[in-house]
């Protein structure tokens, strides 16, 4: 069986575009796994109380024919890969790789090791953000749609585009054009419309304050 499967990535330790360029690299070389599409990267503001440097988060799309359980542990040894020590760490502390499985299919799964979708995505603009660019008009599997998710968070500051990183997806869809042909903005609720240092409308500094819940 071949499932739709997404996948939420984030770093704020060492080199965060570089680790986050591979592990999607990586994670399209797992034999039962082919990427099918990518979000742009967000620096995000860090969630989850821990007083830490701005994260840097992007959403994978794929095809799979693993299991929830064989692709966690696909997951894992790729974050293993790029040194995470899971035995130092702090909850919802730095990170130097997180993979976290959001969505297989319309699968729930509750287990010891594994739930599915992940629990905290309602509570994320983080992931939401990135999660409705691979998946435009996307719901959960209880049926609460990801944009009613992400306004329930508003106002929702600081997370802004870095980079997009289509060419990893060459087989992806076309991305919308910004107004200058740059990358498209998207717009806060509540607030005017952002992009990134080359596409902001009013050519501000891109803002990296505030909170992402
Ligand atoms: N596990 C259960 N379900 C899942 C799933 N769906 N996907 C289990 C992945 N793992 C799952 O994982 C601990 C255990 O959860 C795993 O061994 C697996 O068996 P974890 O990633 O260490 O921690 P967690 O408790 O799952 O927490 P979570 O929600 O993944 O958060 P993290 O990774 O602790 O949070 N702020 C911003 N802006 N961006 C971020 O990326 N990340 C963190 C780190 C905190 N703040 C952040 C960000
Ligand atoms: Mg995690």
């Known amino acids: 069986m071949t499932e739709h499967v997404y996948l939420g990535l984030g770093s704020n330790v060492g080199d965060s575009l570089e680790t986050l360029t591979a592990a999607v690299l990586a994670l399209d070389d797992v034999d039962g796994f082919a990427l099918d599409d990518v979000s742009g990267v967000y620096e995000t503001p860090p969630w989850g109380g821990v007083d830490q440097e701005p994260f840097l988060n992007l959403v994978v799309g794929g095809l799979t024919t693993l299991d929830p359980d064989a692709l966690l542990t696909e997951t894992?040894?790729?974050?293993?890969?790029?040194?995470?020590?899971?035995?130092?760490?702090?909850?919802?502390?730095?990170?130097?790789?997180?993979?976290?499985?959001?969505?297989?299919?319309?699968?729930?799964?509750?287990?010891?090791?594994?739930?599915?979708?992940?629990?905290?995505?309602?509570?994320?603009?983080?992931?939401?953000?990135?999660?409705?660019?691979?998946?435009?008009?996307?719901?959960?599997?209880?049926?609460?749609?990801?944009?009613?998710?992400?306004?329930?968070?508003?106002?929702?500051?600081?997370?802004?585009?870095?980079?997009?990183?289509?060419?990893?997806?060459?087989?992806g869809t076309p991305r919308p054009q910004g107004p200058d042909g740059g990358p498209a903005t998207f717009v806060r609720p509540g607030s005017d419309a952002v992009a990134n240092e080359h596409g902001r409308p009013d050519g501000s500094a891109t803002e990296t304050e505030g909170r992402a819940s």
Do not use: K
């Open 76 to 171: 894992q040894l790729i974050e293993a890969a790029f040194g995470r020590d899971r035995a130092r760490e702090v909850r919802w502390g730095p990170r130097r790789l997180d993979i976290d499985l959001l969505l297989v299919g319309d699968r729930t799964v509750d287990s010891d090791r594994l739930t599915l979708p992940h629990p905290r995505i309602a509570e994320r603009a983080f992931v939401l953000v990135p999660l409705l660019e691979v998946m435009p008009g996307g719901s959960l599997p209880d049926g609460r749609r990801l944009t009613a998710l992400l306004a329930a968070l508003a106002p929702i500051e600081g997370i802004d585009l870095v980079v997009r990183l289509d060419d990893l997806v060459p087989r």
